[in-house]
């Protein structure tokens, strides 16, 4: 079981950075492959970044490659979402999520979800 908590969202303006955290508690945490998806006010939640566990294998969404940067610390069982050079349409409910098995954009991958925090980007 890998319970998961997000932070470090907030409201910014466009062409602010901000940095998501999710910390995860329980023992596997190291060996699940971690995405962070987001969903805006009625739209389908979509894929943001994933990591394996290891590090070493990163996706990113089209839509904010060369902005986002994934990153996870083992020793602190967190996973990490540097947005730089945010824009209005950035804005969404962010999620972290965690896949026993390999880094995937599939949503429907993932076994265990946080609750979400809000990120909004003003104009």
């Known amino acids: 079981q890998v319970q998961l908590v997000e932070s470090g969202g907030g409201l910014v303006q466009a062409g602010g950075s901000l940095r998501l955290s999710c910390a995860a508690s329980?023992?596997?945490?190291?060996?699940?492959?971690m995405g962070w998806f987001r969903q805006a006010p009625g739209k389908e939640r979509e894929f943001v970044s994933a990591?394996?566990?290891?590090?070493?294998?990163?996706l990113y969404a089209d839509s904010v490659k060369g902005r986002f940067t994934i990153s996870r610390d083992n020793a602190k069982n967190t996973v990490y979402l540097q947005m730089n050079s945010l824009k209005p349409e950035d804005t969404a409910v962010y999620y972290c999520?965690?896949?026993?098995?390999?880094?995937?954009?599939?949503?429907?991958?993932?076994?265990?979800w946080g609750q979400g925090t809000q990120v909004t980007v003003s104009s």
């Open positions: 329980g023992r596997s945490f190291s060996r699940n492959a």
């Open positions: 990591i394996s566990w290891s590090g070493r294998t990163r």
């Open positions: 999520a965690a896949d026993r098995d390999i880094a995937t954009a599939n949503p429907s991958e993932y076994d265990y």
